[in-house]
């Protein structure tokens, strides 16, 4: 396949497929399910940053301080991003939002009488997140094309849980579960969108694609570290631990496998 037919297959069926699974674990209330994915989605993201993101982007950049100082400055810049409600949204005072995210399915005691304000800022928080999705997949692929695998894979993980998290959101705000699920998938449909101006811009410009190599990292440690960790905290148990470490292993370790595999065929 050709790079472009990879990134709209990944961004487009990949989109659809989070959307899909996150609602039937949403319906199933697999409140568990979702716990155990987003430990893995934290292994798949931080497998995909520091094994393959950042050593493909300090290969392609001739200036390794350069290209770590983009990390540090797409660390900062997300957390800015989300300080400004573009990535994450909390409505209501006592916010419980994030708790669908980190698997556990708390809904925001909105009593359904916000007029769907809470779900519709999520929708928007969400949209715009999965159209820098879509510049990051297409960056990667531009790269190399196991590193666009091995990055789909990543940000796929985390958006089941992600999406279960949004689709609760628009459940409590008013949102019949049709409703909720449509707007979910024409909000995955940026992704596509994201990726798809990043490849034709990137033609020309292929000096940037280290520096959003170096972003993407950035953006799959900062989403890994702030957003989905401090959730596992809450179940401090050693039970609940040890799974916990033990699915962030094989979310690294599969992440490991796809990249030894892909590079082997590639």
Known sequence: MS????????TLFGGTLSVLFAAALTLNTRASWVQMLVSYAIGALLGAAFLNALPEALELSKDPAQMTATVLFGILL??????LVL???CHVEECEVHDPLHGVPIIAATDNHDNGRSGMMIMLGDTFHNFVDGILIAAAFMADI??????SIAIIAHEIPQEAGDFLILLNSGYTRRQALLFNLLS?????????????MLQDMNHLIPSLLGLAAA??????????IPGLHKRPEIAATVQQVALITLGISSIWL????FSHHA
């Open 3 to 10: 790079i472009l037919a990879w990134i709209i297959v990944t």
């Open 146 to 151: 196991q590193l666009g695998i091995v990055t």
């Open 219 to 228: 953006s799959m440690i900062y989403v890994a570290m702030s957003d989905l």
């Open 258 to 261: 796809a990249g030894s595999l």
């Open 78 to 83: 997300f957390f800015i991003l989300e300080k």
């Open 188 to 200: 995955s449909v940026a992704t596509l969108i994201g990726g798809m101006l990043t490849y034709f």
């Open 87 to 89: 990535w994450r949204h």
